[in-house]
């Protein structure tokens, strides 16, 4: 760490941001400023989003982590009070370009939500929603994408007894990695987990945690998550947000272990700022 | 980030605070006591008071139980707490330093024996200067590491690592002069073989001392300088660092 | 009670008030139940003779407490001789008073009631020589029996042989086929007459306790009965078939006698086609308002406005109805479509359609409402979860949030037709008929007649109990119906609370 190249840096907190080597980012965030009818939520972010690797955006409630999120997925395109700036490129092309359709962008970057939203349909529909959006599969081949997206979510020995019940009559854990396995079988690049486990048993969220790192083979993720020690369980990089700003953003380990602004260190280890 | 003294006492849980409060209070008053056996082992030898030796001797189990109970304190801590970044390094921090401080307690207790029996066998004080300069200087630096310890101080953390090349050398030439003493006057064998164990065990002092200070720097900087040649050491960039 | 123990008095309030209301809707249904169901027993007949020597036989009533003393209604039936079926006798001047075991109480098609001694059976005007009482009542009932095969065989010979050709007549246009159909026609009608003409062999002689006598064709026999003769279970028996007879039959004498069955149908007609209006505008209105419309000032006044019409006065929308569809689109439609049959109006004038749009809208703000309030339920991650699927915003309203929200559409048409099955004011003005034999409903073509009026369970009360001139006859009936449109609407209630419970049994509750 001591080999960290020392920039003379005028913001502080440059310094704290760590820098994404351009072709193994997935995601490039470049001074993304958000508001809320005229609320700002974001100012100026900048970072990269390392291509299969679990990031974390951690900080607290009302620092911009979810808005954030939402960015990505373009989920604020519903909310005409938002105004954004700056650029969200993903793997290298700005995903507000208009020649980029909104709901392609969205199979090509998935999301999964703090409570478990299963639609009011099997279990099987459930998994099958995107793909029947899509159509063009066979019922043959969409059995196998179902089956493979739930083996994914680690959910397929559950369920596959009763894939015709309701995904209502799941435990809170199965209808997060049904809604996981519903969000993999359009086949995502990007998966976009909002407090995926805050709803949930600590049983729940271990195997929930232990998904997110068996998926990391097959698609970045990125993980919003108010609980501290999940980000340092599951994440590879960590970024710390506060106030709509990017304060630092490192390798988990080098973040929980020795952050190097005040702020941050303040806010992982439960001190007062 | 730089941590300084009282950042411990900052946490939104005032019990946490107290938790690590008391872990480093526990630590100097093992240090404490530490310090003193090194200082009494030291005394009884120069002046032939095996009473005192005896005293060393026994009171190692106080240390030993001490290092026992931190290190059940720090457990728990861990357990409870999960603390992270500079509670997690000072935890670590003072885990360490308890087995070395540990061991520099049996160090005493070993100085106490050979000073007890150089009192039985009652000849001769040969080699006792360089006993008494060098526990000077290593208690010195066991003090010192203290003081870093409790203060968070960078620079005399620092200044003790460098300490303790002097003392080696120090001790490389006090045992050329016992070599010497011996060849000269064969009977003094035993007695004089005594001494470099005492100064063996002083040298072993100092570099538990070095290591505490070792455990100053990572526990403030988050650095891990136990492998490094103090002479290649960037003290500018360690301090610079934050 | 332990659990309202030390809360004070403001849980027993909330208690009593409870209590309260229950007691209130139990006694309800207990008057109407009571006075509509024993309106169909066949209580027991009596003797009467009085001070002044006179006889005559009835079903005693109510009494009533006057200064001359107690006085009893009694039924005598038997218009024809004594010109009203009713009469007030002050208790004391009974003389005697018995109750003879051969009184019949018989239901006629004219005349109402006819109360007195069955004296013998006429066949083909010949009286049968029967002496013994029990034979002749078997062979009374042999002929009631033979009587009811012959009505069967009629009625199915007129709907299988008489209808269908008359229909083929009035659309063959071939002249060598019309010869055929009308010589089939023919042959038909000569049957169907030779079958009334068997029916109308028998005759039973009736004589009243005074003496008077009728021969009375057994086809104008609706019912004979003996009370008096009868055993509990045969009363039981009597008492299903009379309600049964009431449920299932027309009203006859202007509406004081007969059943009610084309008011049930008109009522759960009138219904279903309401709801099936109301259903896609109140829903389709609901889902614009919350989920397409943009939520500014303007979304929030209709808002409101669309709550405040659920308090507008029925009638109010009565005169809507009868400006707007029938005279405004009803006389229209006459004219463009119905012209060769002017100046009678054909949708011009108040029918079935007009009434089910009438309550359409009068009933939608309800469903609006509910179905606003079940889609406002639904959690925005949900909508959300389905749009970062890639799903645009029709299909996630198609699969998702509607699925949802269906139980509360289904609670929405639950009060609606709640309310607009007790309506009767704006029917009123739209289309409800004081009689309307032919329900709306038959094997004619279209088959639904959306022109026509219809009778109505609400507006039957209305008539029966303030129009009818035999007051004493209507007021059980009144009571009846009443029961009987409470437990309509309790059907229709209860289907839709089984539907939406299925629905929410699908998919387990809503996660919270």
Sequence with gaps: MLAQPDTPAANASRDAVI????????????????????TPALSDLTLRVPRHRVTAFIGPSGCGKSTLLRALNRLHDLNETVSRRGAIRLEGQEIHAPEVAVAELRRRVGMVFQTPNPFPMSIYENVAFGLRLQGGLRKRQRDEVVEWALRSAALWD?????????????SGGQQQRLVIARTLAVKPEVLLLDEPASALDPISTLKIEELIRSLKSQLTLVLVTHNMQQAARVSDYTAFLHGGELVEYAPTDALFTNPRLVRTENYITGRMA | MDITSDTHSQHISKQFNQELEELKTHLMAMGGLV???????????LDGDSRLAERVRDNDDAVNDM???????????LARRQPAASDLRLVLAVIRATSDLERIGDEASKIARNAMSLAEAGNGSKGFIEVRHISEHVRKMVRDALTAFARFDIDLALEVVHEDEAVDSEY??????????????PRSISSVLSVMWILRALERIGDHANNLAEYVVYLVKGLDIRHIDPDELDEEAIKRRG | MRRLRGEGPWAWLAAGSVALSLLLLVALLALLAGRG??????????????????RFAARPGREERSAEGVERLYHTGNREWLGTPWRWIEVARIVEQRRPAELVIVERRRWGDFIGRVAGLEEDGVALDIDDEAARWTTLDERLGRLAQLREARDALRQQAVMP?????AAEQDVASRARLEDELAAANAEVLALQARMARDRVVLESVTGERLALPLEEVLALQRPNAMSLPAKLGAWGERAWRFLSEGPRAANTAGGVWPAIFGTVLLVLLMSLLVAPFGVLAAIYLNEIAHQGRLTRLVRISVRNLAGVPSIVYGVFGLGVFVYGIGGSLDEWFFSEQLPSPTFGTGGLLWASLTLALLTLPVVIVATEEGLARIPDHQREGALALGATRLETLRRVVVPMALPAMLTGMILAVARAAGEVAPLMLVGVAKLAPQVALDGEFPFLHLERKFMHLGYHIFDVGFHSGDVEAALPLVYATALLLVMVILVLNLTAIFLRHHLKARHGALPR
Excluded at chain 3, 165 to 169: G, N
Aim: glycine fraction near 6%.
């Design chain 2, 172 to 185: 490389t030439t006090a045992m050329r002069s016992l070599m010497t003493f011996m060849m000269e006057d």
């Design chain 3, 37 to 54: 169901l024993a309106h169909f027993w066949p209580g027991e007949l009596v003797q009467i003779e009085l001070d002044d020597g006179s």
């Design chain 3, 165 to 169: 050709r008359v229909r083929a007549l």
């Design chain 2, 67 to 77: 290092q026992l109970k931190i290190d059940d304190e720090c457990t728990r801590v």
């Design chain 1, 158 to 170: 559950e369920v596959k007894e009763r894939l015709g019940a309701s995904a209502w009559s799941l």
């Design chain 1, 19 to 38: 820098d994404i080597d351009p072709g193994a980012s997935c995601l490039e965030i470049q001074g993304l400023s958000l508001a809320y009818a005229g």
């Design chain 2, 35 to 45: 310090e003193k056996q090194v200082q009494d082992a030291v005394t009884a030898l």
